[in-house]
């Protein structure tokens, strides 16, 4: 290094060194710089919100297999893709047509009569007339990976064997259908690809749900429903992950974020209702009317909202996982608000 270069260093307070040795030096502050950001990150305090009790969650159902039987659970954990216990994820599983197409109760009806029973390391299936079916929860690595369609988006899905498929075939006599399971490894569906236009949503991934990690509705929104119908409903037929107790109807369209145990949840939207719940959960025969058609009578969405949800009833919220953690029945629910 010349004089010159010298001089220059100590008019910066730089002692005379190599040009190597202080530029490894100031990459070295630097980067200390940057991990002192990421660490005070780390440990910066949350913000302190004020939480308000709307609610009590009265009942907790996850649906391991897309459209088949609720399987009702005291105790869960939510992750960022919806409900866990032990090794069972919430809609990780789906009947697919041979192409890969998604299969739901909108075209076999008689799939909600499929009952699941969870185990550590395997799902027990009954269904009417058909002999018990044992679908280990592992798989083996070397089965297929299908390229599933799910609402026009595409999905990966690895196969869950003859056997399995065979038992779907003979229970819905209709054509060839395969099982599929999604696994952590494989790439969800995001929320920029399950809601292109709504730039605004925050950021998640599903795997088979329709929508959003998470569905809550409150029993005072089905009471509600059910003083305008002939025929009352259960709450099965909206297949909601929460069901809150203590509110009054429809409030939970106005939680914008909630505390559940340990868990945050953030509202995405509203749940536009389809032809799903037209079928009755107890005998899996499709009305194709009700309780849609009331639901549109006072359902309706805002006309300024019209290009998001068309003419769809409104009933249910969609929420994302914004911190993981445990739930369980009969644990408070708060609205967080500044």
Request: charged share 25%; proline share 6%; aromatic share 8%.
């Amino acid at each position: 290094m010349g004089t010159s270069s010298s001089s220059a260093l100590a008019r910066l307070g730089l002692p005379g060194q190599p040009r190597s040795t202080w530029i490894g030096v100031a990459a070295l502050g630097l980067a200390a710089v940057a991990l002192g950001t990421v660490a005070w990150r780390r440990v910066r305090p949350r913000r302190r919100r004020k939480l308000q009790q709307v609610g009590t969650v009265s009942k907790v159902w996850m649906y391991p297999i897309k459209s088949c039987k609720g399987v009702s659970v005291s105790e869960t954990e939510c992750t960022e893709m919806g409900l866990r216990c032990g090794k069972v994820r919430d809609r990780f599983w789906m009947v697919v047509k041979e192409d890969g197409h998604m299969i739901t109760a909108r075209q076999e009806p008689r799939l909600v009569l499929v009952s699941i029973t969870l185990e550590n390391n395997y799902l027990t299936l009954e269904a009417p007339g058909m002999d018990q079916m044992i679908l280990p929860i592992k798989l083996p690595s070397s089965n297929k990976i299908h390229d599933c369609r799910l609402f026009g988006l595409d999905i990966k899905g690895r196969d869950c064997g003859d056997e399995v498929a065979q038992w779907f075939t003979n229970y819905l006599k209709t054509q060839p259908y395969r099982l599929v399971q999604f696994d952590t490894s494989m790439k969800g569906r995001t929320t920029k690809k399950l809601y292109p236009s709504e730039s605004y949503l925050q950021n998640y991934e599903v795997a088979y749900p329709d929508c959003s990690p998470i569905h809550l509705i409150s029993e005072a929104s089905l009471a509600d429903l059910n003083t305008r119908l002939k025929k009352k409903v259960k709450m099965e037929y909206f297949r909601p992950n929460i069901m809150v107790s203590g509110c009054e109807a429809f409030e939970e369209d106005t939680w914008d974020e909630l505390l559940i145990g340990d868990v945050e949840m953030k509202k995405v939207l509203s749940c536009p209702r389809c032809i799903l719940t037209t079928v009755d959960p107890d005998t899996g025969v499709i009305d194709r009317k009700e309780p849609l058609e009331t639901l549109k009578s006072y359902r309706l969405c805002d006309p300024s909202v019209k290009s998001l949800y068309q003419t769809s009833p409104l009933f249910g919220m969609y929420f994302s996982v914004e911190r993981i953690g445990s739930l369980r029945v009969g644990d408070p629910v708060y609205r967080m608000v500044d």
